[in-house]
């Protein structure tokens, strides 16, 4: 059986009716109630440190980045609930304010600090001013981000695309955790969370901008992990599935695509806080990272596979983020909608943002 040959039956198998058991398998994440395929290994972390997100974050100092809308904000509503000081940060005030009165109204504590991330200096002053105001902080989580989903055969002459995802994602981040965590590490304690996508782990085409920038990020923090774990700074990457958020919303097949709600990936993150892991993926993504070191000629077959199935969406297509697209005809329908064979390849890679 040729390899092609064997994607298509692994596709006509995630096609096939599931009856009751359709709302979980909409989801990305496998194994209800996990977060990895190697689930057991969790009682590992529960040996040691908290047993409820209100051990592990109440009255303690929590700064979510990205906190004004979609994840940031439904983790943020989480941790405030669960009584943590939540320092809200994102570039739009109003908003923040938003999510700042939600948590109020359930009895939890919040400030909202705006800032532009891809702007240094203000990130300097930003955490400066946290530090003063509310203290050392105890957990941070770097939420924030910006997606780009184009081939790179439309990239040519954008590669202002590769620097803005990389300063937001992955210079943004650095630079806060380079401002906290001198004091986590005076006090031996502290926990980071970056939220980075199950991308870097399956490495798909047409988000090489992307997952470059989150990489960056998960290698400087297992680096950075081994300097600091003696003085009980925790780091915890969260390789994130598709969520379905306004960040895809330019991409109207995702709209048939498996994804975690808001507050799915909300709850995600506070299982994070709770557990501690280092990692947190995917069933797919973890299959994936495994198949690509032993084969990656097979994953690369994965892949082309992929993006031979899914198109551009029209937003990619035209001479901006949001501008009309250049070819109004084959392009709607590869954008508004996938095949059956499409939409059953999303399944069997579920979590995956082709």
């Not at 955790?177 to 006090?187: D, F, G, Q, T, V």
């Amino acid at each position: 059986m040729s390899r092609r040959s064997l994607i298509g039956q692994v596709a006509s198998l995630a096609a096939r009716p599931i009856g009751a058991a359709s709302q979980l398998a909409s989801r990305p994440i496998a194994l209800a109630g996990r977060d990895s395929p190697l689930h057991p290994l969790n009682l590992l972390d529960r040996l040691h440190g908290p047993q409820s997100l209100e051990d592990a974050v109440g009255g303690r100092v929590v700064l979510i980045t990205g906190a004004s809308s979609g994840i940031g904000q439904a983790a943020a509503r989480r941790v405030g609930g669960a009584g943590a000081v939540v320092v809200l940060v994102a570039r739009g005030a109003d908003k923040l304010e938003e999510t700042r009165v939600d948590i109020e109204a359930v009895g939890g504590i919040a400030h909202v600090h705006p800032c532009d991330l891809t702007d240094l200096e203000a990130i300097d002053r930003m955490a400066a001013e946290v530090l003063e105001r509310h203290g050392p902080v105890d957990v941070l989580v770097n939420n924030a981000g910006r997606s780009i989903r184009r081939s790179v055969a439309l990239s040519y002459d954008r590669f202002h695309d590769f620097e803005r995802t990389m300063a937001l994602n992955y210079f943004a981040a650095v630079r806060l955790i380079l401002r906290l965590l001198p004091s986590m590490r005076e006090r031996r304690s502290g926990h980071i969370v970056n939220i980075s996508s199950a991308g870097v782990q399956t490495r798909v085409p047409r988000f090489s901008s992307y997952i470059a920038s989150k990489a960056a990020l998960d290698t400087f923090s297992d680096a950075v992990q081994a300097e600091v774990r003696e003085d009980g700074v925790h780091f915890t990457t969260i390789h994130m599935p598709l969520v379905r958020t306004p960040m895809i919303a330019p991409t109207g097949l995702y709209k048939s695509f498996p994804a975690l709600s808001p507050e799915e990936a909300g709850e995600l993150i506070a299982q994070a806080l709770v557990r501690r892991p280092r990692r947190v993926s995917p069933a797919f993504g973890s299959v994936a990272a495994l198949a690509d070191a032993f084969s990656p000629q097979v994953m690369d077959l994965v892949r082309s596979r992929g993006y031979q199935m899914f198109g551009d969406s029209r937003a990619a297509r035209g001479s901006g983020d949001s501008g009309p697209a250049v070819d109004r005809g084959d392009d709607r329908a590869l954008d508004e909608r996938a095949s059956a064979i499409g939409n059953a390849f999303a399944r069997a890679t579920r979590g995956v943002h082709w």
